[in-house]
Every structure is written in C-alpha cells, then in structure tokens.
C-alpha cells in the first residue's frame, strides 16, 4: 500500500492529538533504547523525544515517503526502515510506541505480546489504534466500492481491515506479561472545514487500500462518488463546518521491575 507523507501530514495536528494523549499515560522510564513503531513522518516521534531527550530513539516505520520526512524533519536521529510483521524487538527496551500502526497488522495481539516480552524492567508498551471502521467515514469507502461501477477492481479483495479485537481481549492476552495493562476509548470530534476535508482526511490513511486497488484512471469517479455520500453523512453545523467523530482505543503496558 502506498502512502504519501504529504497528505498525512495535511491533519497533522489532529493526527498528533492521540499521540500526545498516550504519551501522557506513560511512566518515568528505565535505562534503555526507545522505539516508534510506524513513526510517519516523525511527529510522534518529537514528542518522545521532547519528553525523553537522554533516551536513545529510533524510528522505525515501512514506507520510505514516511521515512524521508521523517528525517529531514529530526536531522541526526536515527530512522530505520522494516516491517514490524516480521522486525524483531530487541531486548531490554525502555519504550516501545506505537501511534496509529498495529491496527493495519494482522495477527497484531501477538506482535504485542512479543513487545512486552522484549521491555526491559520497568518498561513501558504504548498503543494507539483507530478504532473507526463502523463510522459512516469508512463504512462509506466499502459502500462505495460495491457499487456496479467499481466493484469489478475489488472482486476477490479483501479491502476492508479487520475490526480491532475487544478490549477483555487485550487485557487477557497483555495482563500475564506486565505488572500493569491499562485499556481505554477516546472519542474525538474533529470540527473539519467541510465534507471535502473529510475525504482529504482519509486519502491520508484508510481510503489508501481503495484507491490502490482501483485502476488510476477510475480513482477520481471513485472518490466523486465518495464524496457525494459523505457529504449526506456529515452535514454542516450552523458555522459551516462539519464534525467527524474519531474513536481510537489506547493500551498501555508496563513490565514488572
């Protein structure tokens, strides 16, 4: 899948909210390295850095557009591309974080499990996910692409991700493994200029799977219809804006000292 650092970086602050939310919840750290699992474009990655100078960080993520960003944007730190379906965790790490990246990862619970097990004592494993998939945002993009007019390209193609598991499951699989496993909802509302920002929004990340899925030539018909529908899902308030409600689910595990 093909992402693009420009247009994620188009909400940046809205983007960053979360990220800035589950910073918060995490401890004091013991001696050891940092990693930002899916760093982006590296603004999550400043705010640990912000919060925690004198801790080694790495950025890890598996797009080279978001990597490229990244660096220009953090000269001098060190940002390393991989895939964390198959990056192994090195052991003895101070914070693992990860804003908005294990929810496109099948099997992520595992991958999860694999990070605790890696934290040194004391360490801390920091989880954002959007957690989205049934608000008319994304349940418009899967209505969409089963119109007669698109849904030759998506014939045979699992498009849509996969609901997050529920958060008991979390809980189960985590608690075993640190001495503190901390699970929780944020709702955000985002007033958004219009409709249009909407779609300027999800082009950045959920959308990402549609658009490459369909041939170039039928992308913009695609998004027009898209469009059209979100405009009937998100209609104005009295200001002229909009307001697109995000629910992300956060996990926060810290390993016995």
């Known amino acids: 899948m ?79 591309r991989a895939d964390l379906t198959a990056w192994t965790p090195p052991q003895g790490a101070a914070l693992f974080f990860a804003n908005a990246v294990f929810q496109w990862l099948p099997k992520h619970i595992d991958l999860l499990e694999r990070l605790v097990d890696a934290l040194a004592p004391g360490g801390t494993m920091a989880v954002q996910m959007p957690d989205n998939l049934d608000e008319p945002s994304h349940l418009l993009m899967q209505e969409t692409a089963e119109e007669r007019a698109f849904a030759g390209a998506f014939h045979g193609r699992a498009i849509r991700r996969v609901p997050l598991p529920s958060p008991r499951t979390y809980l189960e699989r985590l608690a075993p493994k ?40 039928r992308r913009k018909d695609y998004l027009a ?23 992300r689910l956060f996990i926060v595990a810290v390993k016995a000292r």
């Not at 918060?24 to 912000?50: K, M, R, Y």
């Not at 219809?225 to 629910?247: C, Q, S």
Request: aromatic share 10%.
């Open 225 to 247: 219809a898209y469009a059209e529908k979100i405009r009937r899902a998100y209609p104005a308030m009295a200001d002229g804006r909009v307001l697109l409600r995000f629910p």
């Open 2 to 80: 093909a992402w693009s650092a420009a247009q994620y970086v188009k909400f940046e602050d809205e983007r960053t909210r979360p990220a800035r939310d589950l910073l918060a919840q995490v401890p004091d750290l013991p001696a050891g390295p940092a990693f930002d699992l899916g760093c982006g474009p590296g603004n999550s990655t400043q705010l640990i850095l912000e919060r925690f100078p004198s801790t080694p960080l790495v950025g890890i993520d598996g797009d080279e557009d978001m990597l490229e960003a990244a660096r220009k944007r953090l000269l001098g730190l060190r940002f390393e």
């Open 178 to 217: 640190a001495a503190k496993v901390e699970v929780w909802h944020t709702v955000y509302y985002h007033p958004l200029a219009s409709a249009n920002a909407i779609v300027e929004w999800v082009k950045g990340t959920g959308l990402r799977p549609y658009l490459d899925a369909l041939p170039a030539n």
